[in-house]
Structure formats: structure tokens, C-alpha cells
């Protein structure tokens, strides 16, 4: 086949074209109907499908997330009610604001009897916090090691919750000669907020 053959064929008659003419045209609009097809209809399904499966996998993955949770929903429950009951415990530790007096005492009272003398006892203002406030007590002793051992195992034995903060001993000697040591340091007792007092 030639090029003038090519030219005279009469695109009215596809049915006159030689054999190999009518395979190519055959195999080209083939061609041109499935890549029309792809273009118009199959690239859009493929796409939806792709975005599909993506959104699968993230919803099974929320799916897991949200059934490992319904399956321990029990546990979770319990220790609600656990950490609850604990925090009421704690929140009873805390003395009211018409405790906080005895409390002074308290700390007073465990210094004295341990042989511990105050130098220093001085309650500082109140800080608040977000549902508790807390009040600094500057406090300085004279004592023996074994004295500051009781008496800080005597405040941590208190049934209300006492802290010491910015602990510093420092050794003294006293009038008699006697070695003796001195206790700088931050006791600090909690209070709970009463509903208006909290922010």
C-alpha cells in the first residue's frame, strides 16, 4: 500500500478500504473509545473510589478507637468512681477555713513537744489556686537533727495535709556551747474554696 492509495480512499465506503486500512481504523477508534470513556467516566469512578478507601481506613480507625473504649466503658466507669471517691478523701484532708486556726496549733504543738524552739511562727497571705488556697508558714526552729527528724515526722502523721517547702539547716552555736541547728523553712497547709470563694 501507498501513499496515493491512502489518498484515495473514500471515507462514505469504509467497507471499500483494504484489509490492513480497516484493522488500523478498527484498532485506532477502539482506541479513541476506550481512552473517551477512561477520560470521561472511569478516571472520576477511580477517583471516588480512592477517596472511598481512604475514608474507609479513617473510619475504621475511629471504629477500633471508638470500640476499644465501649468494651472497657465498664473499667473506665469503676475508676471514674475510684478517682472520685479518692479526691473526696483528699478534699477532706484539707481543712475548712475554720480549721485552719487548729491546724496552726497543730504544727505549734509538734515543734514544741518534739524540744524544738520557735524562733520564727508567721502564717503568710493565702494564694488561691483554682479550687483550693494554699497558706505559707515561714517557720524557724532551734533544735538537733534527731528533734527536726521528729518533728517533721510528727507534721506529716497530721490528719490534714501539711507540706514543707525551702528547707535549709544551718548548725548554731548557742549561749551554753551547746552545737545546736537551725531550721529555715515553708510549711504550707492547704485549704479547700468554698463555692464563693473559687473564681
Request: net charge negative; with cysteine; hydrophobic share 40%.
Amino acid at each position: 500500500m501507498n501513499l496515493e492509495e491512502l489518498r484515495s480512499l473514500d471515507f462514505n465506503d469504509p467497507g471499500g478500504w483494504p484489509l490492513p486500512i480497516k484493522a488500523v481504523a478498527i484498532v485506532v477508534l477502539c482506541v479513541a473509545v476506550l481512552g473517551g470513556g477512561y477520560w470521561f467516566d472511569t478516571r472520576s469512578q477511580l477517583e471516588h473510589l480512592d477517596n472511598a478507601q481512604k475514608e474507609e481506613t479513617s473510619l475504621k480507625s475511629a471504629y477500633e478507637a471508638k470500640m476499644s473504649k465501649a468494651v472497657n466503658l465498664d473499667a473506665y466507669k469503676a475508676q471514674m468512681q475510684e478517682m472520685k471517691r479518692s479526691f473526696g478523701a483528699m478534699l477532706r484532708q484539707l481543712p475548712g477555713k475554720t480549721e485552719i486556726a487548729d491546724l496552726l496549733v497543730d504544727i505549734s504543738q509538734a515543734g514544741i513537744s518534739n524540744g524544738l524552739e520557735f524562733e520564727l511562727f508567721k502564717p503568710e497571705t493565702e494564694v488561691p489556686a483554682e479550687f483550693y488556697a494554699e497558706l505559707p508558714i515561714k517557720i524557724r526552729v532551734t533544735g538537733t537533727y534527731h528533734e527536726f527528724g521528729k518533728f517533721v515526722s510528727d507534721v506529716a502523721a497530721l490528719p490534714r495535709i501539711v507540706t514543707l517547702h525551702n528547707i535549709n539547716i544551718t548548725p548554731v552555736k548557742t549561749q551554753g556551747g551547746k552545737d545546736e541547728l537551725v531550721m529555715d523553712a515553708t510549711a504550707k497547709t492547704y485549704r479547700y474554696l468554698e463555692e464563693g470563694e473559687t473564681k
